[in-house]
């Protein structure tokens, strides 16, 4: 420390710089970004099920759909389950986008919804995949924060992570994220 004391304007450029205060760590990129900033320019907030920009939208008027929306509500409770993906399909207009707003709701309601993606063929930032996984990253690191610190070091170790490709953004993984998340 004494090395650094004479120096009347100190410059440290590239590398990584964490600040420690108490338990609290606050990482940067080389260029002062932290990860966690990168990801959130990345997003796109009018997807949010809950999303200002898509207020009020469209979901199963009550009473109706409720066979539906009670396959999908066991489905998704189900522990047990073999198949962990659901496809929602069916001609425009049928009632999908009504039906996944309802069931996002329910999920929000029971303490259940990690993430949700809305797209739009008309919305600027919904309407194409490069947002998608910067969103439901960002969701995840609010619904599990024990995975924030792992996603936000991942950024900071490859901060141009986020302009790959899907697959690219999807198998990413900086020297920490391999660890075991409890």
């Known amino acids: 420390m004494e090395m650094l004391s004479n120096l009347k304007e100190p410059i440290i450029t590239g590398g990584n710089f ?5 338990d609290f760590h606050t990482h940067s990129t080389y260029d002062g970004r932290r990860g966690i900033d990168l990801l959130t320019n990345s997003i796109a907030p009018g997807a949010f099920h809950n999303s200002s920009e898509r207020y009020d939208p469209p979901k199963c008027h009550p009473s109706t759909r409720v066979a539906v929306l009670e396959h999908i509500m066991s489905w998704i409770l189900d522990l047990q389950k073999i198949r962990f993906f659901m496809w929602l399909y069916g001609p425009a207009g049928a009632g999908k986008s009504a039906t996944a707003q309802s069931i996002a709701e329910l999920c929000h309601e029971a303490n259940l919804l990690a993430a949700s993606f809305f797209f739009s063929r008309t919305a600027v930032g919904r309407n194409d995949e490069s947002r998608l996984i910067p969103i439901l990253v960002y969701q995840l690191c609010l619904s599990m924060p024990a995975i924030r610190t792992y996603v936000q070091d991942t950024i900071e170790q490859d901060p ?3 302009s790959r ?3 690219a953004q999807i198998h990413s993984r900086g020297s920490t994220t391999s660890r075991v998340v409890e």
């Open 18 to 22: 964490t600040a420690v205060q108490g």
């Open 160 to 162: 141009m992570v986020l």
């Open 165 to 167: 490709s899907l697959e």
